[in-house]
């Protein structure tokens, strides 16, 4: 069975400053890895996607994300965090076929202080 | 961008009621999946479906809720007698058919039963 989960719900952050979200997979397979961004009353935008490719990810608005077997880890950042950033984020793994259910982490909520 | 569209936004509906929830998914996708959002938790898998037929169904998914794709556009998502514990979010997403194709989120209906 597949898990995922995104160590702290809240993470407050500077403008400006590193944004780090956690997400630790557990899979049996060699797993897809996603983050989606939920805006207030919106909808999941993807925001990158691990299909096995190289191991560093890079997504829109500035995120990235690295996927480490050896931890089980897809951690997402962003060099420089924006007002706009503020937003939950949502980790998700997936067997490899792309066309399988998401499972998703519980997301975390991120806040962006001036 | 194509995006998948679900209507209505928000549906307010007496316990006991059915309800129907639209989605069009993004029209050369093939894959087609509804996942809920109760308030305050994670998005969780309801159900796949694919060449009209289920694919796999989560726990949650029982004989009080049905899928359809009665005319090659729309994908529905029906409750049959509603439960106050069915109000939430609702997603409707889909997804192509290569490995490569990561599943996209429509806005999503919000569901509430009085």
């Known amino acids: 069975a597949q898990s995922v989960t995104q160590l702290g719900s809240h993470v407050s952050v500077s403008e400006g400053a590193l944004v780090l979200l956690r997400c630790n997979y557990s899979?049996?397979?060699?797993?897809?890895l996603f983050w989606y961004v939920q805006y207030p009353n919106q909808g999941l935008q993807l925001l990158l996607k691990?299909?096995?490719?190289?191991?560093l990810v890079k997504g829109i608005n500035g995120f990235e994300a690295e996927f480490k077997k050896s931890e089980t880890s897809f951690h997402l950042t962003k060099p420089s965090a924006h007002m706009s950033d503020a937003a939950e984020y949502f980790c998700?793994?997936?067997?490899?076929?792309?066309?399988?259910?998401?499972?998703f982490g519980a997301g975390t909520r991120l806040a962006v202080h001036p | 961008e194509p995006e998948v569209t679900q209507t209505p936004s928000h549906q307010v509906t007496q316990m006991g009621q059915e309800v129907i929830l639209r989605c069009v998914p993004i029209?050369?996708?093939?894959?087609f999946y509804w996942y809920r959002q109760i308030l305050g938790q994670k998005v969780e898998f309801l159900v796949s479906?694919?060449?009209?037929?289920?694919?796999?169904k989560s726990e949650i998914f029982d004989d009080q809720f049905s899928v359809e794709r009665p005319d090659g556009s729309n994908f529905t998502l029906k409750i049959r007698s509603t439960k106050l514990e069915d109000s939430a979010m609702y997603f409707c997403?889909?997804?192509?058919?290569?490995?490569?194709?990561?599943?996209?989120f429509g806005d999503g209906t919000r569901l509430s039963i009085l």
């Open positions: 479906f694919y060449n009209n037929e289920i694919s796999e």
């Open positions: 899979s049996s397979v060699p797993p897809y």
């Open positions: 998700a793994v997936t067997l490899a076929g792309g066309y399988n259910k998401l499972i």
């Open positions: 691990y299909t096995s490719a190289a191991t």
């Open positions: 029209s050369n996708h093939l894959y």
């Open positions: 997403a889909s997804g192509g058919d290569t490995s490569n194709q990561p599943q996209h």
